[in-house]
């Protein structure tokens, strides 16, 4: 018997094994590609040593023996989540504000008259790294129930040095308590702290970058009106790419800065939020094959209308992937699920396509297409199995947890398999 007959974990009749297999192995899913889920009915799916070893149906299966089997019957076995932007370490949270956003004060006000992202600042940076990495576990534990292995952590709430390295710290400590991937990324430019000149701290944020960089793979920086011009972003971004950063870019998310463009002629990896950006911006994007995260978590919660223009992205043949951006004012949620049914009610996308930007397209946006985000063999046996018959049923059901087990590494993390059916036939 070969060892590929010998397995830990056999998962075995699912109704629907989304493997999420993108066309070519090297790029994400773009046009109809990003519509195919390729689907194995009636499928298994072997794990071995943290990686998948065996894909294929049920009937392939059987001559397959294993450890532990779990059986999928009328369930969907999918990818774990990559939620690929979030700013998920902070202290505290910010309920008063929820006060004022539904009194129609808007989300750049708040900021301006020292709110919004200052209010965390102060917050983080009176916590101890203890008391941080506490908050921190707890919310990592609940992403993996909602289904989320791998995730993108920035920090931004630190604004000095000392505090910037402590978030990104916690975002590495806290993956020893919980079983998480994380990656991390430095937004020490997410604004500029009070008692500082912007001129100043756009210098303080350079010199910072040669000591930050054991600390966080990629750069990214707020380029908004009133925060970050794109002049200034240019200029961090261009010295944190000659530091050995991979970039990224909070872009033409309020206001439209034509930082899209900048986002290409600087080769980020991924622009994200995007809901002003313009057809110029759409073009040389997709040129330099740069893909669009798109948050739609957050126009929702600060009550606004403007969505960024999917369609018209996917139609011009830009890559895009969903996250929730999960922080504690835009976005207090990290439910990937709710995000999929906001992607399909408020932007229109189809379930697939939503499915496709949260699994394989969001593992490219943090350039780790080749490791996770599909179930294929040889990749990382980050899977999860939901409660549910078809993939049509994860937007559908809305804000609740569809999640019946996370494996995470070849392990099952989460089973949640007795309190949570909604949908026994
Ligand atoms: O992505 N845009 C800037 N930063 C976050 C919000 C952070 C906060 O309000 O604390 C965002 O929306
Ligand atoms: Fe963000």
Redesign the pocket.
């Known amino acids: 018997m070969s060892s590929k007959n010998n397995v830990d974990i056999l998962i075995t009749n699912a109704s629907e094994l989304l493997t999420c297999k993108p066309f070519d192995p090297k790029k994400p899913k773009t046009g109809e590609d990003l519509k195919d889920l390729v689907i194995i009915k009636d499928g298994a799916l072997g794990i071995k040593d943290g990686r998948i070893a065996f894909i294929g149906t049920s009937t392939d299966a059987k001559n397959i023996t294993a450890k532990t089997t779990i059986n999928a019957a009328r369930k969907v076995v999918m990818p774990g989540f990559v939620d690929c932007?979030t700013?998920a370490v902070?202290a505290g949270s910010?309920e008063d504000e929820f006060l004022k956003k539904q009194q129609g004060i808007p989300?750049l006000e708040i900021l301006k008259q020292g709110g919004?992202?200052l209010n965390?600042v102060e917050k983080t940076r009176r916590a101890s790294k203890e008391e941080l990495l506490q908050k921190s576990e707890k919310i990592f534990w609940k992403m993996l129930e909602y289904g989320t292995t791998t995730v993108e952590v920035k920090s931004?709430?630190g604004l000095s040095f000392e505090d910037e390295k402590k978030i990104l710290e916690v975002a590495q400590d806290v993956t020893k308590k919980v079983p998480i991937d994380i990656i991390r990324t430095y937004l020490g430019a997410?604004t500029v702290p009070k008692n500082t000149s912007k001129e100043n701290y756009v210098k303080e944020v350079i010199s910072s970058l040669e000591k930050i960089k054991k600390y966080a793979e990629y750069c990214d920086v707020?380029c908004?009106k009133g925060v970050f011009s794109v002049g200034e972003t240019e200029t961090i971004l261009t010295a944190a790419k000659k530091h050995g950063f991979k970039l990224k870019l909070?872009a033409e998310?309020n206001n439209q800065l034509h930082s899209a463009e900048l986002a290409a002629k600087l080769g980020v990896v991924s622009a994200d939020?995007l809901e002003y950006i313009s057809p110029d911006g759409i073009k040389s994007m997709v040129d330099k094959g740069v893909i669009g995260v798109l948050?739609p978590g957050?126009p929702f919660y600060l009550m606004e209308e403007k969505y960024a223009p999917v369609r018209e992205l996917i139609n011009n043949g830009m890559a895009i992937a969903i996250a929730s951006?999960f922080?504690?004012?835009?976005?207090p949620s990290y439910n990937m699920q709710l995000m999929i049914s906001l992607a399909c009610l408020k932007m229109k996308l189809l379930p697939s396509e939503a499915i496709n930007a949260t699994t394989i397209n969001a593992a490219f946006a943090i350039d780790r297409g080749n490791e996770i985000g599909s179930l294929e063999e040889g990749k990382k046996a980050d899977v999860i199995v939901l409660e549910v018959d078809n993939h049509n049923k994860l937007p559908y059901y809305f804000g609740i947890n569809l999640v019946e087990k996370v494996i995470k590494n070849g392990k099952v993390v989460i089973d949640r398999g007795k309190s949570s059916i909604v949908d026994k036939h």
Request: overall charge negative; some cysteine; glycine content about 12%.
């Open positions: 932007h700013h902070f910010r989300y919004g992202i965390t931004g709430y997410h707020f908004e909070h998310q939020h948050l957050v951006d922080n504690p004012g835009s976005c």
